[in-house]
């Protein structure tokens, strides 16, 4: 980096995620936005005009470029490992949308050469750094539910069926659980804070090969996590945490800007609102930052142990249902 003070990132990929991760990008102090890449050069040229972003790149031109420091990584999960992998090699901080990486194997790979090049890797798990789960997990640590005893959590969207469209397309590495199963067992993960000591999944599959719907039971020492994905519905999209002396509720825990304390009676007794005024983008992105700027290679709040934890738990679920793809061994 030339300028310690600031750093200096570029975004890969110009989807949905990279245009709110760009919006957001106006509440982050000690960085500069300076380049876009894309796999089409006027897409990269109209998104790079729409946010001011003064270089258009292809991806080669960015791996290669002196200009970027870091990289946000928002392309689908196929090109997670060798996109980090290239960055990495080049010496750019890596922000790789969640999962990082389709297996745990590959997320190993990465994570050496991280600790080789020593060059900060992290996974984009952005609901970690929403300051509405930070204060559900204080309730937590405060002992305000008491002992937790049983965890519920759901994300589900209704996805038209397109079997070359990214979440049907097994070449794309599609179905419900990477991309939308990862928040439930995140959000285990988060709030239990130890890999589940068995899990139980089953699937129901799409013609294509991919999961449509998964469930999931994730059993710990005291604690049991029932955890629903799924291509095909709707559900609530809540979280809920239940201890022998109250609860918390999450609502629309993945972007969640509220949560809900409840006695044993399940009377509401404290609310808390995060008020904020962006996607809730620039929280991870300003903790990544503030990491890069002093020289870590990793998160505290996401190592690369956790990103491993799911991987392995994903890689479980997966061999349980059947989902396998096609560029892998």
């Known amino acids: 980096m030339q300028d310690k003070s600031k750093v200096r990132w570029a975004i890969l990929g110009a989807g949905k995620i990279a245009h709110k991760f ?3 990008f106006t509440a982050i102090h000690g960085a500069e936005l300076v380049a876009v890449a894309a796999s089409d050069t006027n897409r990269a040229a109209a998104f790079a005009a729409q946010y001011g972003v003064p270089q258009a790149f292809t991806y080669n031109e960015l791996y290669q470029s002196n200009l970027v420091d870091a990289v946000y990584i928002a392309t689908t999960h196929n090109f997670h490992y060798e996109q980090s992998m290239a960055c990495l090699q080049h010496g750019k901080a890596v922000l790789c949308e969640k999962p990082i990486t389709i297996n745990d194997t590959q997320f190993n790979t990465l994570a050496t050469i991280s600790k080789e090049k020593n060059v900060f890797l992290m996974e ?18 405060e002992g305000r539910i008491g002992t937790v005893k049983a965890i519920q959590a759901d994300f589900s969207f209704p996805m038209e069926y397109d079997p070359k469209g990214r979440m049907y397309n097994p070449s794309l590495a599609g179905g419900a659980l990477l991309d939308l199963g990862i928040y439930p067992i995140a959000l285990a993960t988060y709030f239990l804070n130890q890999k589940p000591n068995s899990i139980k999944a089953s699937a129901c599959m799409t013609r294509t090969g991919v999961d449509e ?18 291509l095909a519905i709707k559900t609530s999209n809540k979280a809920s945490i239940f201890g022998d002396k109250g609860s918390i509720e999450i609502p629309d825990f993945f972007k969640a800007t509220t949560a809900l304390l409840y006695n044993s009676e399940h009377q509401l007794i404290e609310t808390f609102e995060d008020g904020r005024n962006t996607n809730g983008y620039n929280y991870e992105m300003q903790q990544a930052t503030d990491d890069i700027l002093k020289g870590d290679i990793e998160n505290k709040m996401m190592p690369h142990s956790r990103s491993r934890e799911l991987q392995e738990i994903m890689t479980e679920v997966r061999k349980q249902i059947g989902l396998k793809y096609p560029m892998e061994p």
């Not at 300051?131 to 640590?141: H, I, S, T, V, Y």
């Open 22 to 24: 760009a919006q957001d």
């Open 124 to 141: 984009a798990m952005w609901t970690y750094f929403l300051p509405a789960l930070q204060k559900a997990k204080q309730w937590l640590n």
């Open 213 to 230: 719907t998964t469930s999931m039971i994730f059993q710990y020492d005291t604690v049991a996590a029932v955890l629903l994905t799924s």
